[in-house]
């Protein structure tokens, strides 16, 4: 059980695969084990269990919005601007960014904690940081058609991973999202997507196995409707969408109701937003 990695970082934790652990301190308790043996840990400031719950003797930097710490990466204002900077030191502009969201500016700033824990230069690091484009199905732009967005975010497979794609997205445009959500619950909680889905969403078109489940959960605040098929979902999307608003999958589930992983699930959401064209 010793990974023995050379920088070991929790990024956050929210309830998964629930059908097989006894609870969220069981999930976190699994999720530590990566840890064990490593040489430097990297912290979030943003997440409670980021935080180590037994102490090691290893070197440590931590990584969050707002200003870096003493050995931190954080974000820093200035000329005019809000830069990605380890200590004192700026590296990108956050408007320089390939990807988008909240929730990618601190995936960034974590990946640039790891990079500094095994020694990448920061001239390096900069050309990454500015060159990166995101990853296939995580909040992966696919097309704009009549003045709608659209998303795939089929990655989003459990609550927290929805939550984030649904802030982080739902900040940076004129309208509303519709989300295309559902397919196997996998035993969570859905009650923390409510008030987010309120917020930001004006539709959620439930998919798959557990589509009532999820849709109950969500209380009476948003329209919501259930599709037979992924086309069916993003047809009823778009007929309801307006110019400025937004078209996001992030189903909240897995996907092994109706399809192979969750690539495949992307792959067929893509599939049928070109055939809109």
């Known amino acids: 059980n010793r990974l023995k990695a050379s920088v070991a970082v929790l990024l956050n934790l929210s309830e998964d695969h629930m059908d097989r652990y006894e609870g969220l301190e069981d999930y976190y308790n699994a999720k530590a084990n990566i840890f064990n043996g490593c040489k430097q840990v990297l912290i979030s400031r943003e997440d409670k ?16 919005f707002g200003r870096p710490s003493k050995n931190g990466i954080g974000l ?36 640039i904690g790891l990079a500094l824990a095994i020694d990448i230069d920061l001239a390096s ?18 097309a704009c058609i009549g003045g709608v967005d659209f998303y ?10 929805t939550i984030a794609a649904i802030e ?54 948003v329209e919501k409707c259930v599709a037979g098929s992924m086309s069916d979902a993003v047809l009823t999307a778009y007929s309801h969408a307006g110019q400025g608003d937004l ?28 055939d809109l064209h």
């Not at 690091?125 to 696919?142: A, D, T, Y």
Request: aromatic share 8%; net charge negative.
């Open 49 to 64: 269990f980021s935080e180590l719950s037994r102490s090691l003797d290893v070197p440590v930097r931590d990584f969050g």
């Open 247 to 274: 078209i996001l999958l992030s189903p909240a589930c897995a996907s092994f109701d109706m399809f192979d992983n969750f690539q495949h699930r992307g792959d067929v959401f893509m599939s049928a937003v070109e």
């Open 76 to 111: 820093l204002d200035s000329d005019g601007g809000q830069y990605l900077a380890y200590q004192t030191e700026n590296i990108a502009l956050v408007s320089e960014l390939k990807v988008v969201g909240q929730h990618n500016i601190l995936n960034m700033l974590a990946a």
């Open 125 to 142: 690091i900069r050309r990454g940081v500015k060159s990166f484009s995101g990853l296939p199905h995580r909040c992966q732009w696919v």
């Open 168 to 221: 982080g997205l739902g900040q940076g445009i004129a309208g509303k999202i519709i989300l295309i959500a559902g397919g196997v619950a996998k035993g969570a909680d859905f009650s923390e997507l409510g008030p987010i889905v309120s917020l930001w969403c004006k539709e959620v078109i439930l998919i798959g196995q557990d589509a009532v489940e999820l849709g109950c959960s969500l209380g009476g605040d």
């Open 152 to 161: 795939n975010d089929s990655k989003g497979t459990n609550v927290g991973a």
